[in-house]
């Protein structure tokens, strides 16, 4: 079965300073690899994800992440932190490996940024 | 733009009480499904429907149930509410290039 793992709670980060979510996963196949992103009281919204092709995937509020097969990983980044980028983020995959459409999700990152 | 709405934003409700929380999409997609979110737990799957009609069990389907008569529509079902399932409630449906879409929740809070 696949599984997520964001080892940290919440990561803080100043303003303008760049801002780095962790995610490592765990699939019997390939992967598809998300990130979401939910803003308080909110349902989730859909940043970016990783089905094939360039490592390096651009996603939505000038998001990107890199997927690295060799160290599973699938970290969500951002140059230049915003103030309105404090929310919570939450990785997701599927294992196509697997028979069902299932995704598992990460526990989530609390991010704030610091004004 | 794919739109997911979820009939109540927030729901009190009391100990023995059947509840019904019902999902709403518009672009025809197949596949539905229902989480509960609670702090430091992440998103657990409760059902999930795949087709009209049809329903699979999640990671925590206990004391719930779902519906899928219409394929826009999937209801999840909580048939004697208990404050353990005080949580929010969130509905996602997939497109055809696997992204989920979510809904904006419901806060539920069983007294």
């Known amino acids: 079965a696949q599984s997520v793992a964001q080892p940290e709670d919440q990561v803080n980060v100043a303003e303008g300073n760049p801002l780095t979510v962790k995610c490592t996963y765990s699939?019997?196949?390939?992967?598809?690899l998300f990130w979401y992103v939910q803003y308080p009281n909110r349902g989730l919204q859909f940043l970016l994800k990783?089905?094939?092709?360039?490592?390096l995937v651009k996603g939505s509020y000038g998001f990107e992440a890199e997927f690295n097969k060799s160290q599973t990983s699938f970290h969500l980044k951002k140059p230049s932190a915003l103030v309105s980028d404090s929310a919570l983020y939450f990785c997701?995959?599927?294992?196509?490996?697997?028979?069902?459409?299932?995704?598992?999700f990460g526990k989530g990152n609390q991010v704030v940024v610091i004004p | 733009d794919v739109k997911v709405t979820q009939s109540s934003r927030y729901l009190v409700k009391r100990t023995g009480e059947k509840v019904f929380l019902e999902c709403v999409q518009d672009?025809?997609?197949?596949?539905m499904f229902w989480y509960r979110q609670d702090p430091g737990l992440g998103l657990r799957l409760i059902y999930f429907?795949?087709?009209?009609?049809?329903?699979e069990k999640g990671d925590i389907p206990e004391g719930y149930s779902v519906s899928r008569e219409k394929k826009e529509r999937f209801s999840l079902i909580l048939e004697s509410a208990s404050t353990n399932q005080t949580s929010m409630y969130l509905c996602?449906?997939?497109?055809?290039?696997?992204?989920?879409?979510f809904g904006p929740g419901t806060r539920l809070l069983v007294l």
């Open positions: 997701a995959v599927r294992d196509m490996g697997d028979g069902n459409n299932r995704l598992a």
């Open positions: 699939v019997s196949g390939n992967p598809y």
């Open positions: 990783y089905i094939t092709g360039d490592n």
């Open positions: 672009m025809d997609h197949e596949n």
């Open positions: 429907s795949y087709d009209v009609k049809m329903k």
């Open positions: 996602a449906s997939v497109d055809s290039i696997e992204t989920q879409y």
